[in-house]
């Protein structure tokens, strides 16, 4: 049966759509030459159901048999599928590259679809820039008015505060990186390559990082005002940019109107009174009697809101309410704090609002582990979140190029072809470092990171005056540099979203999560490594077919990393060395290359110590050779 494969062809045609489901034509054509066709099934599931359809027989056309049933599918991010047929009395399941004639099937050999759900497309594939808005840029002229529990830094060159100042202050520090500050670098951001900006929250807040929101409709005042978010966004979109603000909605301050624990605000907060009109925004529970508050990880300065209050649903997403101000003032998505604590009902709900303003609109979540397998449905529904932070992949991208780790590596590419919806995979957040993290440059550089760390990005020693000191040597730097550069390019040619976290590409350095924070050196800036940004950046704008091409990993092993990247009509193949060795290379010459991109000294014969090579082929004149 094998030779006549590739002959057999289906099509899944969507004929109907409504609010919450959607119905599809399964059509497949099977060569008479195999035999008499008894029987063709088509087989569907998803992590809650299998579905099993008898396909009927419609018409022999053309030398095929032809099969044909109409399934009607529930709204769902990810649905795997294959066929069985009974040929001359004999069973086999018709699966993604081959048919076999034995029941063992697992997702590896299943196709993907989904019903109902799609991420824009203006977030597949693209090149995004994450900014630390208060370390950015300065735009503004006017002077920064003393606020209470805030510290202004006399100039931009100065150390930014690791760990609490001596009354136990934290984050307290603020430079004044503004949203006029960002518009004002918009010519430097576009020079990137870059379509998306990502900037940290915006609102009014406690801390420099604001995290802690204390209103969400007034943006912080050594951020701007809603006026320079409307500005920014309008500028943006001038140029093909679009806007992707951070949403805290888990928590909020406990320095805020909503729950004023000091007394700073007007209102009446939820610690001052249960009366309070914000009171159901906080979870609570009884001990004793007496009722106590939630707090995000025990943090007393960050209570948790209730995903499941109706009160605390209608001000976020309801009509009129923070995330209708935000898109009335031109973002274009959402990136969600800790999206994995936030309940399903109220992700469900932002969609709702999102789609309600923009119907393009994006969501991005922050979950650090693979979101299909969270046993949630915030993603795999199609009814909450687009796309995620890509954790998983940069953790094993990492411990490859610095420890050798090929093994978690593979797996992790086996998971985001198999377990991920297709538009997902394209869109989802491939990072060179962000404010949680160490810098990328530090990692690749130095010995401050064990292999045994939960996160490759973990450094070793935690003294924050350590951290706060450290500077790694020319000769760490170097290092670094060269294994960060062969990392990018990986990141480059790899599905998702390519985001360069503000400074990473200009060699910023940063050893734990608070010291990765260091205002941007716009007067010190490592052009050597901006140029290869920059060009990164050419390479994602004028190969746009990798922003949905199918990835295929071909060869992994101690050394190299070798991978596919192919649509109908166009082909790369992407060789990386990660070692600090010259590899060889037996590469037809005999082919015609529309393409060459080459790190360092790589060509067809050999790939250059931490080098790299990819070739792109006109797909259809190669498979036709």
Sequence with gaps: MEEYLKYVDFEIDEKEKKDDRSLYSVLIRIPMDMGWVDQAKFFIENENERKVFIMH????????????????????????YYFSLEVNH??????????????????????????????????????????????????????????????????????????????????????????KGIEEKLDYIESLGVSILYISPIAFSQSNHRYDTADYEMIDPYAGDLDDLKSLCDSAHKRGMKVVIDAVFNHTGNDSKYFNQYGNFDNIGAYQSSNSIYFPFFRTYQNNG??????????????????YSKEWQEYIYGE??????????????????????LTDEFIEGIRKAVKRNKEDGFILGEVWKNPMRMNRGYLSSGKGMDSVMNYPLVDALIRYFKYEDKEKLREVFRQLKTEYPDDTLYSLMNFTSTHDISRAINIFGTKEFQYTGEWAWDPSNHDLNYQKSFKMSEEEYRRGKEIYKTYLFALTFLPGILSIFYGDEVGVEGLGNLANRKPF???????????????MG???????????????????????????????DQLAQVFINRSSNKIPLDISRDCYYLETYSLGDSNLEELDSHGALVLKKNNRWYHNF
């Design 320 to 341: 009129g309410g923070v995330i209708d101000l935000w898109f009335s003032l031109g973002i274009d998505g959402l990136r969600l704090d800790v999206a994995d604590e």
């Design 521 to 535: 050196p716009w007067n010190d800036m490592d052009l050597d490594l901006l140029e290869f940004v920059k060009w």
């Design 90 to 179: 004999q069973f086999f399941y018709y699966k993604k590259n081959h048919i076999e004639d034995y029941s063992s099937i697992s997702q590896d050999d299943m196709w993907k679809m989904s019903s109902g759900f799609s991420v824009p497309d203006w977030a597949k594939g693209k090149m995004m820039y994450h900014i630390f808005l208060d370390r950015f840029h300065r735009g503004s002229d006017d002077e920064l008015l003393p606020m209470n529990n805030r510290v202004i830094h006399s100039s931009w060159e100065e150390s930014p505060m690791i760990g609490p100042d001596e009354k136990k202050r934290w984050n307290i520090d603020f430079y004044g990186g503004d949203l």
């Design 57 to 80: 027989h419609v018409e022999n056309k053309d030398g095929y048999a032809c099969f044909q049933v109409d399934v009607d599918l529930p709204i769902h991010a990810l649905y795997h």
């Design 290 to 307: 007496e009722i106590c508050f939630d707090y995000w990880w025990g943090m007393k300065n960050l209570p948790v809101c209730d995903g």
């Design 538 to 568: 050419r390479i994602r704008k004028r190969e746009s077919f990798l922003e949905k091409a199918d990835f295929r990993l071909i060869d992994l092993t101690d050394q190299y990393l070798y991978f596919e990247r192919k649509d109908q």
